[in-house]
């Protein structure tokens, strides 16, 4: 029998192994990966201008990947206007999740809260670690970020300065990787969403019957839990 076709609504790794992927592959699924968002990076002179001040906060938290990857490029931005020092990868650094760790750890820095689950529980993290509230605490972050880390924080005492350095938006390319998937392997089995962003960008395809589901009754949709920036 053909293994059954399973979408997955997210952009395919890009770096290592994907081990979702791997173990619906061990099963005999066969997965295609649609990507339905795109990050757009904004606000990175005001974080450079933050990143060579850095000794005006007591740590920097991350609490995405995306959130990373837009401090390296504010890094990159200080130092070509080479107007102070560059910031200090040694400042405290906190993050959820092991992903967000490794990209904070690829970009020089020692992270901490890793193995926190989500920002909940890293708020509690950092209060601990720190003991008391000092300077300020940096947060880049996204713009559909919950608000749960930066309320527990400032309840606790906490100053943050928030400053979103980059926004999701919906892939301007979606219906055609769709369609694309579709005509080569037909109707998938599955369908796999892994954020309440995803879900939505790919409302209009199921009005427009782009992705039909009306003919698959034993179809079935999953969304797959994550604490998200």
């Not at 092991?98 to 990209?103: D, V």
Request: hydrophobic share 40%; charged share 25%; proline share 3%.
């Amino acid at each position: 029998m053909a293994g059954k076709i399973v979408l997955l609504f997210r952009a395919p790794k890009e770096h290592g192994e994907d081990l979702f992927e791997v173990a619906l592959q061990a099963e005999g699924y066969i997965t295609h990966n649609v990507p339905v968002l795109e990050f757009q990076f904004m606000n990175l002179d005001r974080l450079a201008a933050c990143l060579q001040c850095w000794e005006s906060y007591q740590a920097v938290v991350f609490t995405s990947q995306r959130a990373v990857e837009a401090t390296v490029k504010a890094q990159s931005l200080a130092k070509c206007l080479n107007t102070g020092e560059a910031m200090n990868t040694n400042l405290q650094c906190f993050v959820v999740g092991e992903s967000t760790s490794k990209a904070a750890c690829e970009a020089g820095f020692k992270p901490q809260g890793a193995g926190s689950g989500n920002a909940e529980n890293l708020a509690d993290y950092i209060t601990k670690s720190l003991l008391k509230p000092g300077k300020p605490l940096l947060y880049p972050c996204g713009n559909l970020r919950r608000d749960t880390l930066s309320c527990k924080l400032k309840v606790a005492g906490f100053s943050l300065e928030e400053i979103e350095v980059y926004k999701t938006v919906k892939s301007s390319h979606i219906k055609e990787e769709i369609e694309a998937v579709l005509h080569k392997v037909g109707s998938p089995d599955y369908a796999v969403f892994f954020s309440p962003s995803g879900v939505q960008c790919t409302v209009d395809l199921l009005k427009d019957d782009t992705l039909s589901l009306k003919h698959a009754k034993k179809r079935k949709c999953y969304y797959w839990l994550k604490d998200q920036n």
